[in-house]
Every structure is written in structure tokens, then in C-alpha cells.
């Protein structure tokens, strides 16, 4: 067992004062981190209080089912694979937008190119491996990057055509209205979990969830056309609906562009 490893546990208890440890790394390496932490144990330098946790995570697959490699065999590198999302998001923003401003689609590509690579990662149970699909991950459909972006999207388009209308107190009569409501009420028992048990998974079927909902909200309630105080409850769910998916997408490090 390497020293240095044990030395870094010693220094980060000791003098750091670290009451939480959290080693990020992949799951072949669970028996060694295990020995570390026993060690850690043994030696006096853990006490009860003291958590130190192995964040283990799964593999990343290709088509073929064996760990994403460049076609020369390589590890595929980090940037190449950013390029590439970064580049297939533009195509498909241009195909979906073409009206919109050239500098506005490249930023909008951006968004939704490195956004639907780090939901991809996030949205699975971190410790299993999973396939990685270009297809899957930059659909606008299903729990994706994308789908969750172009609800927040959708979201901000109507309160754009609201024309400045204000929000009123929430109402609820619909039934897709209910739902909507509670769905955004899982935010903090969500964030709560999910730093507790240190699975990102857990946000990202959260706003797959309340994207669903607010789709469901959106087809079965008009919103512009509705007269008050119904007009301004519906706007105010919307508010709250695109902050809170803009908020859960923020934790997870990926931008909500207010347009797609």
C-alpha cells in the first residue's frame, strides 16, 4: 500500500481537521481504498465522527460494450470528446432553429453539447457502467440534457409572451396543475438525499420528472389565454418551474439557456 496515500489521509484528518473524506474514484479500486480506510482506523487517525467515503463510480462504454476508446484504440481524450458533443449539438440546434442568430445557436450549441455529455454521466447510477449514445444523449426527448433544457426554454417563452405580466398567488384546479406543484416541492428533500447519499442521479430524475410535469401542465393548461387570477397562478408556476429546473441544472454544473 503506497504510503503516500496513507500520509495524504493522516495530513487531511490531522491537519486539515477534515471531518469528511470523499475519494472519487472509479470501482476497481473499492478493496484498495477499503485497506486504506482500515488502516486509517487502525492507526487512531479516523475517529467515529470522521466520515471518509469511497465515491466509487462505473465505466463509460462504447457501442461494443467494452470502455469508450478512440477508433486509433486510445483512451478517448476529455476535449476530443467535447469537440465532437459540441459539434453534433450544433447540427441539431441549426436543424431546430435556423431563424435564430448564428452567435446565438453557437452559444446555444455549446450549452447543449458539453450539457448533454455531463447528464449523460450524472443521470446513471454512478457505481454501474453504462453505453455511451450520441443518439440518447442529445435527444430532445426522454431524460436527457436537452429535454430538461427546453423545458426551462419553454418556460421562459411564456413568461416572455406574458409581456411583463405578473404572478399571482398559486391556485390550483387542474389536475395537471397539482402535480406540477408537487413535483416542485421535492427540491430540497431531493438536494438533501442527494448530499447524503452522493448520488447525482438522484437530481437528475428529479428535473426528468418535473420536465414531464410541466409538459403535462403545458399541453392541458393554457396559460396566455387564461383568464385572471388564473392567468397569473399559471404564469407563477412557470416561474417557479423555470427556476427550479435552472437551479437543479446549475448543481449539476450544465447551463439553462433562456431560448432554444
Given amino acids: 500500500m503506497p504510503r503516500r496515500i496513507l500520509a495524504a489521509l493522516r495530513y487531511r484528518i490531522r491537519e486539515l481537521k477534515a471531518d469528511q473524506v470523499i475519494y472519487v474514484v ?32 462505473g465505466s463509460i462504454l462504447g457501442p461494443d460494450k467494452k470502455v469508450l476508446k478512440s477508433r486509433s484504440g486510445e483512451p478517448l481524450p476529455l476535449v476530443a470528446l467535447i469537440d465532437e458533443a459540441v459539434e453534433r449539438a450544433t447540427r441539431v440546434v441549426d436543424s431546430k432553429s435556423p431563424d435564430m442568430e448564428a452567435s446565438v445557436r453557437a452559444s446555444i450549441a455549446i450549452a447543449v453539447g458539453i450539457g448533454a455529455v455531463k447528464y449523460a454521466d450524472l443521470s446513471s447510477d454512478r457505481i454501474k457502467d453504462y453505453i455511451f449514445d450520441w443518439d440518447r444523449m ?44 408537487l413535483e416542485l416541492l421535492q427540491l430540497p428533500v431531493t438536494v438533501a438525499r442527494t448530499a447524503e447519499s452522493l448520488q447525482p442521479h438522484r437530481i437528475c430524475g428529479f428535473l426528468y420528472q418535473l420536465a414531464q410535469s410541466f409538459t403535462a401542465f403545458f399541453e392541458a393548461c393554457p396559460v396566455i389565454k387564461a383568464d385572471e387570477p388564473t392567468r397569473a397562478s399559471r404564469l407563477a408556476l ?23
Fill in 26 to 57: 472509479g470501482a476497481p479500486q473499492t478493496q484498495h481504498l477499503a485497506m486504506v480506510f482500515a488502516t486509517g482506523r487502525l492507526a487512531g487517525w479516523v475517529a467515529g465522527s470522521t466520515r471518509i467515503e469511497h465515491v466509487a463510480f
Fill in 138 to 181: 442529445l435527444s430532445f426527448d426522454g431524460n436527457t440534457a436537452p429535454y430538461i433544457m427546453y423545458a426551462h426554454a419553454r418556460c421562459r417563452s411564456i413568461l416572455r409572451k406574458a409581456g411583463g405580466a405578473g404572478v399571482g398567488p398559486i391556485r390550483i384546479a387542474a389536475a395537471q396543475e397539482r402535480a406540477l406543484a
Fill in 238 to 260: 412557470c416561474e417557479l418551474t423555470a427556476r427550479t429546473l435552472a437551479q437543479g441544472l446549475d448543481l449539476l454544473g450544465i447551463a439553462a439557456p433562456d431560448q432554444m
